[in-house]
């Protein structure tokens, strides 16, 4: 097996050509919807991308929705890009060299030509920086063959029969795209190589966190097999499932192309139109699809019979693979001969007809779509691109949540890029590159020593995986305790959330509260108590006055323990949330 990975991550540090902010307007309403087509063109070398053209052949429109707050007319492709955002640019240099990378002298922006609506100029800018890294694993070194940054892609919403919908709040948020060589070596080491990567850029404290805001694109190939790209792994956890069944699915397809050596492929394999064979059909499938005036149109492959059956995945077989590339065409799939027919109440007698209609000998195989004839002639012509081939192909997979995969697109070209000409040269000298050091900071290995030396063994491990790192490396420098702050980021916000509490602006929220701590105002055990009541926008003083949980201290305290006679357990049972434990044993200690 040879395994390499792309990471995707995204940064929070505005976006990467305009001066909208990184941030999404989830729930909100859009300002504006707009729509579009996009085409392919030619790149410089005067060829079209064949990713991009079967994109194109879809022949679909785009509806992108636009929000005034975080979007503007470089989103729309109205305006042209403006100079890189230098906090990104610093950003991502910065993580270049953390990664023992080789910085380009000069840094070209490129157009990376994309047409399926994801980005409303029909190309993603790219720009690479650097090259030639490593990284250390238990596995030894693996390679970093590149970085670039990128912009993000359109957020995608629902759709519709000749529509695709998309948000452009996302479009143009800064992405770092790293990518390895092919020197990860089982699955369980792919996946240590993605959570170091990550941990790496998290460690920054610029890098975007929550959901979809880290992608991996997994390369995965073995010997006769072919490099398949499984795109948007978003969980760790699934990485070493999809490898290994990626594996074991190249290793079916190659034992079926055993079985295959004897069939010499059709250039043009037998198409008939069917509809009339169904005319008396039991099957609610078709007779609905006749009632739309849509067409049943069918295929021979010959020599096939049995062997679309074949498992590759768990639940997905070689019928599925080629249903996979008919659903490219706009159909929702395929009926095929190795299938039980009579689930889609498809009888003995029109399976013959079909048979016969086609010229089907005993050893062959039919296919069925039915879609109108234009797009049914289109899906059955992919599904015959994909029945002639005799070895495993080169194709880019979708990663579906069952650890399984599906086909997407084949694997783009050199035709795929071209220079971006609206943004001039960057030049990535020394002291570009000592500001990115200092704006990226510590790195990695010295942040994982200062954790150790702020907090217990478990709870810096936790702290330095965590999505609150950066609130809590502040917090830290108020002044606040280390394991005060990170037990209130990491165990507090969780029990407030499984009840029910969910606090949308961590910082904003932790900075404020902190801030009337550090001045006495209350004791450590009343932070659950406050937290909840912040989130009704209420301001510390007021819910210190209404629930009477201003800080016992100093002499006050004293004379509370002068009145409990010196016993601490009652005297915690009636004011718990108003003093400070410490406060009260070091009273204690004087005591005696």
Do not use: W
Not at 164 to 183: H, N, Q, S, V, W
Not at 576 to 582: G, M, P, T
């Amino acid at each position: 097996m040879k395994c390499g990975i792309e990471i995707h991550q995204r940064l929070d540090t505005g976006k990467l050509f305009c001066r909208c902010p990184s941030s999404l307007c989830e729930g909100e309403e859009p300002d504006l919807r707009v729509k579009r087509n996009l085409r392919a063109s030619k790149s410089e070398v005067g060829e079209i991308d064949r990713a991009a053209f079967l994109e194109q052949e879809k022949l679909l429109d785009f509806e992108y929705e636009f929000f005034n707050k975080c979007c503007c007319l470089v989103e729309l492709d109205e305006e042209p890009p403006h100079d890189i955002n230098p906090d990104a640019l610093k950003l991502a240099l910065g993580i270049c060299q953390q990664l023992n990378m080789h910085v380009v002298d000069e840094a070209h922006v490129m157009r990376k030509i994309i047409v399926d609506g994801s980005n409303v100029s029909g190309f993603q800018r790219t720009c690479l920086l650097a090259i030639g890294g490593h990284i250390e694993t238990s596995e030894g070194k693996v390679g970093i063959g590149t970085i670039a940054i990128e912009e993000e892609s359109a957020g995608i919403l629902d759709g519709e029969e000749g529509v695709k919908r998309y948000r452009l709040d996302r479009l143009g948020i800064p992405l770092i795209e790293l990518a390895t060589e092919p020197d990860i070596k089982s699955p369980e080491h792919c996946r240590e190589v993605a959570e170091k990567i990550g941990m790496i850029l998290r460690a920054t404290g610029k890098a975007a966190r929550g959901l979809g805001t880290i992608r991996q694109d997994i390369n995965v190939s073995i010997p006769e097999g072919a490099r398949v790209e499984i795109k948007g792994v978003q969980d760790l956890k699934s990485i070493p499932l999809i490898v290994e069944t990626e594996v074991k699915r190249q290793e079916a397809l190659v034992l079926l192309l055993g079985k295959l050596k004897g069939v010499k492929p059709e250039e043009n394999p037998k198409e008939a139109d069917l509809t009339k064979v169904f005319a008396q059909t039991s099957s609610a499938l078709i007779r609905r699809g006749i009632g739309a005036g849509h067409s049943i149109m069918g295929m021979l492959l010959k020599g096939n019979a049995g062997l679309l059956a074949t498992e590759l995945q768990p639940g997905r077989r070689y019928g599925t693979e080629l249903s996979d590339y008919a659903k490219t065409a706009g159909v929702k799939g395929i009926i095929h001969s190795d299938e039980d027919l009579s689930k889609y109440k498809i009888g003995t007698a029109e399976a013959d007809a079909v048979r016969k209609s086609l010229g089907a000998k005993e050893d062959d195989a039919f296919v069925l779509v039915v879609a109108p004839e234009g797009t049914a002639r289109m899906a059955l012509a992919r599904v015959a691109t994909r029945a002639v081939m005799r070895e495993v192909p080169g194709e880019t997979r979708k990663a579906n949540q069952d650890g399984t995969t599906s086909y997407m697109r084949p694997l783009p070209g050199r035709a795929r890029m071209y220079p971006e000409t609206d943004i001039p040269v960057l030049e990535l000298g020394e002291s570009l590159l000592e500001d990115s050091r200092k704006y990226t900071g510590e790195g990695l290995e010295a942040k994982e020593e200062k954790l150790a030396s702020l907090l217990n063994p478990q709870m810096a491990k936790r702290m330095l995986k965590s999505r609150n790192l950066g609130v809590f490396e502040e917090l830290v420098e108020m002044g606040v305790e280390p394991m005060l702050a990170a037990s209130t980021l990491e165990d507090t916000l969780v029990a407030l959330r499984r009840g029910g509490v969910e606090i949308s602006d961590i910082r904003g929220t932790m900075e404020e509260l902190f801030s009337y701590y550090l001045k006495g105002s209350f004791a450590k055990s009343a932070i659950i108590e406050i937290l909840p009541a912040l989130m009704q926008g209420k301001k510390v003083p007021e819910i210190l006055d209404e629930r009477q949980l201003h800080k016992i201290s100093g002499g006050e305290l004293a004379k509370l323990l002068e009145e409990h006679k010196g016993n601490m357990g009652e005297l915690m049972r009636n004011y718990r949330l108003r003093v400070d434990a410490k406060e009260v044993q070091e009273l204690l200690a004087k005591r005696v």
